[in-house]
Structures are given as structure tokens and as C-alpha cells.
């Protein structure tokens, strides 16, 4: 079922991730997590020794404008770097443009925890070390690849292929997801802008 608006997250902690499931209820905040909100007001939650609160905090003080999105590459032949430090060479697809998509005309995306891991089942699995490589990359302004998106007729686009950058965007107050998309396409993004950022 559809979560309800502001209704918080409930998380269930793994050791190499997390679980995140939507409550149903709206128990009250424990000052052990620290919570975000999705794009329609929606709350969800990590353990705070992650420090991901504390992080996007501090990253918040520094710059004098607020993106809008993460730095992304964008041109085919763009180089960035991966997380193990190697560089690479963005590829894009003939026929799809990279454009900056409000994040509230995205289905918030679900990843199930990996067959064999304790806990299987629905909702959404963070992988922390993943997060936070991704987080740090988003605040040192390292350019990322964009997000890959399905676009189906009829229904809101979906991440494919993008997942911690969504949520790692979410944490830090990010609006707007690059993505890569077929030109033309049709999913409800009249607001998609093919610039960069914009100051607030």
C-alpha cells in the first residue's frame, strides 16, 4: 500500500545495511535515529551513529548557495571517478539526454535485501558503506553519473540504476535527481530542466 504523508520510517538494522520499512502508525521519534523526509513530506530514518544527520549538517554550513542536485557528468567522453578511486569515462546512450528531474515525480524506489541475508523481504535496503562513499562524493562535489530511470507510459519513472543516490540526495535536502532518460520521454517531468543547478 501507498505510505501515508509524514508517516515515519521504521528501519530494521542489519550488519551490512538497512531495511527500511514504512510504518503505518506514526510512533514518535527516538533520539537514537536521524530523520529525512521523502519529496511529498513522508519521514524515514537512520541509526545516527551513522552520522549521515551530522554530516549533511555541517556540509549545509559551507556552501553560500544550495544545489539543487549533486554534480553529475553529463556530456558523453565525461570522466569521473568510481568508488575505488579508479577513473571512468561516462558513456551516453545514443538516443537519451541527462536532465535534472524534481524528485517528487519519482515512485520512491524499494531494493530488497540480498537472497540469503537474514531478514529478506520487502521494503528498502541500504548498504552503509555504499551510502557513505556516495554521500562524501555528493558533498566534495565529485562528479557522478547521473541516475538511470524506467519509464513506463501511464506511471510515475522508477530508479533502475541509482538507488544510494537517490537517498543519499534525500539527506542532503537535494529537490532534483540527474538522470538519464530517452529524449522525448514521457513521465510527467514538465519541470525537468536539461541545465545544471540553480542557486536558491
Same mark, same amino acid.
Given at each position: 500500500?501507498?505510505?501515508?504523508?509524514?508517516?515515519?520510517?521504521?528501519?530494521?538494522?542489519?550488519?551490512?545495511?538497512?531495511?527500511?520499512?514504512?510504518?503505518?502508525?506514526?510512533?514518535?521519534?527516538?533520539?537514537?535515529?536521524?530523520?529525512?523526509?521523502?519529496?511529498?513530506?513522508?519521514?524515514?530514518?537512520?541509526?545516527?551513529?551513522?552520522?549521515? /544527520?551530522?554530516?549533511?549538517?555541517?556540509? %549545509? &554550513? @559551507?556552501?553560500?548557495?544550495? *544545489?539543487?542536485?549533486?554534480? #553529475?557528468?553529463?556530456?558523453?567522453?565525461?570522466?569521473?571517478?568510481?568508488?575505488?578511486?579508479?577513473?571512468?569515462?561516462?558513456?551516453?546512450?545514443?538516443?537519451?539526454?541527462?536532465?535534472?528531474?524534481?524528485?517528487?515525480?519519482?515512485?520512491?524506489?524499494?531494493?530488497?535485501?540480498?537472497?540469503?541475508?537474514?531478514?529478506? /523481504?520487502?521494503?528498502?535496503?541500504?548498504? %552503509? &558503506? @555504499?551510502?557513505?562513499?556516495? *554521500?562524501?562524493?555528493?558533498? #566534495?562535489?565529485?562528479?557522478?553519473?547521473?541516475?538511470?530511470?524506467?519509464?513506463?507510459?501511464?506511471?510515475?519513472?522508477?530508479?533502475?540504476?541509482?538507488?544510494?543516490?537517490?537517498?543519499?540526495?534525500?539527506?542532503?535536502?537535494?529537490?532534483?535527481?540527474?538522470?538519464?532518460?530517452?529524449?522525448?520521454?514521457?513521465?510527467?517531468?514538465?519541470?525537468?530542466?536539461?541545465?545544471?543547478?540553480?542557486?536558491?
Amino acid at each position: 500500500p501507498t505510505p501515508r504523508l509524514a508517516s515515519p520510517a521504521t528501519c530494521l538494522r542489519g550488519s551490512a545495511g538497512l531495511k527500511l520499512e514504512r510504518a503505518q502508525s506514526a510512533p514518535s521519534p527516538t533520539l537514537d535515529r536521524d530523520y529525512f523526509s521523502f519529496p511529498d513530506g513522508q519521514a524515514w530514518s537512520l541509526p545516527r551513529t551513522w552520522l549521515c /544527520g551530522e554530516k549533511a549538517h555541517r556540509w %549545509r &554550513q @559551507r556552501p553560500a548557495y544550495r *544545489l539543487r542536485a549533486f554534480v #553529475a557528468v553529463r556530456q558523453d567522453g565525461d570522466s569521473w571517478t568510481d568508488e575505488a578511486g579508479r577513473p571512468q569515462t561516462y558513456n551516453l546512450r545514443q538516443g537519451h539526454e541527462v536532465m535534472d528531474v524534481p524528485m517528487a515525480q519519482l515512485e520512491k524506489p524499494q531494493r530488497f535485501r540480498p537472497r540469503g541475508r537474514p531478514g529478506a /523481504g520487502g521494503g528498502c535496503f541500504l548498504e %552503509r &558503506q @555504499r551510502l557513505e562513499r556516495v *554521500l562524501e562524493g555528493m558533498m #566534495a562535489g565529485k562528479p557522478l553519473p547521473p541516475v538511470l530511470l524506467e519509464v513506463l507510459g501511464g506511471s510515475r519513472a522508477k530508479v533502475a540504476n541509482g538507488f544510494h543516490r537517490y537517498y543519499a540526495s534525500l539527506i542532503l535536502g537535494f529537490k532534483e535527481l540527474p538522470v538519464e532518460v530517452p529524449k522525448r520521454a514521457n513521465f510527467g517531468a514538465a519541470a525537468a530542466r536539461p541545465a545544471a543547478k540553480t542557486a536558491a
